[in-house]
């Protein structure tokens, strides 16, 4: 919940509902602890962590899945999801 006060400025500084909650998310509280920030030398790391898995996503895609065998707490193999053709 926000105050109509909040509403406005989010709409003056094109700041929207997703930006807030990443920085309710991963933000740091100042030093008094009445704000949480989340400054631009915070955002960079969270970017290639970002990029990373956008990579990682698009190689799994490219293979078309994968699939990993579970019995309880052991992972026994892992496969791409394709279909092996057979002469």
Same mark, same amino acid.
């Given at each position: @919940?926000? #105050?109509?006060? @909040?509403?406005?400025?989010?709409?003056?500084? /094109?700041?929207? !509902? =997703?930006?807030? /909650?990443?920085?309710?998310?991963?933000? =740091?509280?100042? #030093?008094?602890?009445?704000?949480? !920030? &989340?400054?631009?030398?915070?955002? =960079?790391?969270? &970017?290639?962590?970002?990029?990373?898995?956008?990579?990682? &996503?698009?190689? &799994?895609?490219?293979? /078309? /899945?994968? +699939?990993?065998?579970?019995?309880?707490?052991?992972?026994?193999?892992?496969?791409?999801?394709?279909?092996?053709?057979? +002469?």
């Amino acid at each position: @919940m926000h #105050t109509r006060h @909040m509403e406005d400025r989010m709409r003056q500084r /094109g700041i929207s !509902e =997703e930006m807030v /909650g990443t920085i309710l998310e991963v933000g =740091e509280w100042n #030093t008094r602890g009445d704000r949480l !920030e &989340l400054p631009k030398r915070a955002i =960079e790391p969270l &970017l290639r962590q970002k990029r990373d898995e956008l990579k990682m &996503l698009e190689r &799994l895609a490219r293979r /078309g /899945g994968a +699939s990993v065998v579970v019995d309880g707490d052991t992972l026994i193999t892992v496969y791409p999801n394709t279909k092996r053709v057979r +002469s």
